[in-house]
């Protein structure tokens, strides 16, 4: 693997940490912001606009596919396109049974289809042993165990939800005398007003402040406040609700941004013995704190590389005292002045990072400069992979050639234009679309040399964002 390989392959070692066997087989499940689960009952920063899960975001579920071999079994919501699948497979990919549910509706999570899906769920009870691991355990994900049979990978969801919690993440980076972003934890409005005098302080100083639900994910349940006033708004607006529903609970933490020179995400994983396996590391891509991508390997030195694994085995270990086993992302950040911030978060479940895994071991050479990269389009109409193979031409990932634009998700391409019954259903206007490609090069400048014509070739198919 790009990176910091581990000692046997990724899988082999999850299926190990979950399950104590690592040929055993799995049911995979994309449940991609799992979040807005564990976020149900906890008041965190008043919602502004309309955050229903997306077409898009929905379909992130087929990242799922690219984790399983053939003796496992992934549920997406639709079956994936057939000439994508015969790229995969073309490319030496082992390829789970697909079990697909039996409506899609955009915008309606995996999870929530299959557990409305009769004949999916007849499927699933007659496949016996294998065992299902969801992108992340909630209460929904244990009612699709309970209705077919099948024994969860990972802990009960009480558990995961504890262990998400971005009040949980700053308390145990604390309590482990792991350097932390100034901050403070907040679970009761009179508690949140006390830190905002705290934080207002702060801001009058020059500094920004940051707002984040102890649930929140991909930039939501942020409000990021320049301004004093702009702090005395949310303050506001979290007193109102809590006098209008006589519930004073919180659940956010508030955080002064750190003057930052690189994100980055590292992942570990956790085993039912206690065990703790550091993976690797990589460079986070954001914007607006909102997850764009990542760049690897890291451009760590040797010091900052032994702090983040070090980081990893306090934490792993600490999530395995807690009762947790299984994949974990943290998201860090190196400072301007070289020093690192290892704990922002922690993420007890699959990161984006996950689903890159068996590309890199198997497809990407020694050496080479990876940035996993999302471009989101307007389109007009669905795109067929046989379609966007033929605008890409020698841009597409060759691996003979070890270079080139290696996609890791299609279904979120056409999200938007299934209907329920998987007929096209062209919306009345251009749809957002988003095609994932893994950019492999050489190099950091040719790397940069295929981002620019990947989004060039992209704008046949529309407006690219």
Request: proline share 7%; charged share 25%; glycine share 10%.
């Amino acid at each position: 693997m790009t990176g910091n390989p581990p000692a046997d392959d990724f899988m082999s070692g999850v299926r190990r940490a979950c399950t104590g066997d690592p040929a055993a087989p799995l049911v995979l499940l994309g449940n991609i912001e799992v979040e807005r689960d564990w976020a149900r009952g906890e008041p965190g920063v008043p919602a502004v606009g309309d955050n229903a899960l997306s077409p898009v975001v929905a379909r992130m579920d087929e990242f799922a596919l690219l984790l399983g071999d053939a003796a496992d079994h992934v549920i997406l919501k639709s079956a994936p396109d057939p000439g994508y699948l015969d790229y995969l497979r073309g490319l030496g990919l082992g390829l789970p049974h697909v079990q697909v549910t039996d409506r899609c509706r955009p915008g309606v999570p995996v999870t929530e289809e299959a557990l409305e899906s009769p004949g999916l769920l007849a499927r699933l009870r007659e496949l016996g042993t294998p065992r299902l691991l969801p992108h992340g355990m909630s209460a929904a994900e244990e009612e699709l165990c309970r209705r077919t049979g099948l024994a969860s990978a990972l802990p009960a969801a009480t558990l995961a939800k504890r262990v998400n919690s971005k009040i949980y993440s700053r308390r145990v980076t604390a309590e482990l005398g792991v350097p932390l972003a100034e901050g403070w934890e907040c679970e009761s409005v009179a508690e949140f007003e006390a830190v905002a005098e705290k934080a207002a302080a702060r801001i009058a100083d020059g500094a920004v402040v940051g707002v984040k639900d102890a649930y929140g994910v991909s930039g939501k349940g942020i409000v990021v406040a320049d301004r004093v006033r702009r702090l005395e708004q949310v303050v506001r607006m979290v007193r109102r609700r809590a006098e209008r529903t006589g519930d004073d609970r919180l659940a956010v933490v508030v955080e002064v941004w750190a003057d930052k020179a690189a994100d980055l995400n590292y992942h570990l994983t956790v085993g039912r013995d206690g065990s703790v396996r550091f993976d690797f590391v990589k460079e986070a891509l954001t914007a607006g704190g909102v997850h764009k991508g990542h760049r690897f390997p890291a451009r760590l030195t040797p010091a900052q590389h032994a702090v983040v694994a070090d980081t990893a085995r306090l934490l792993g270990r600490r999530l395995a005292a807690d009762g947790y086993h299984g994949p974990v992302g943290v998201d860090a950040l190196v400072r301007t002045d070289g020093t690192l911030l290892p704990v922002l978060e922690i993420n007890a479940r699959n990161n984006m990072s996950t689903y890159q895994t068996r590309l890199q071991e198997q497809c990407v050479p020694a050496g080479a400069v990876v940035v996993a990269r999302q471009y989101d389009v307007r389109l007009p109409a669905p795109v067929p992979f046989d379609r966007l193979a033929e605008a890409l031409g020698g841009l597409l990932f060759d691996r003979a050639a070890g270079r080139g634009a290696l996609p890791d998700n299609h279904a979120t391409a056409g999200a938007a234009f299934a209907g329920p019954e998987r007929a096209p259903a062209a919306p009345a206007a251009p749809a957002d679309g988003r095609f994932y490609f893994l950019l492999v090069a050489p190099g950091q400048a040719e790397a940069d040399a295929l981002d620019a014509e990947v989004a060039a070739r992209l704008t046949e198919f529309g407006d690219v964002r």
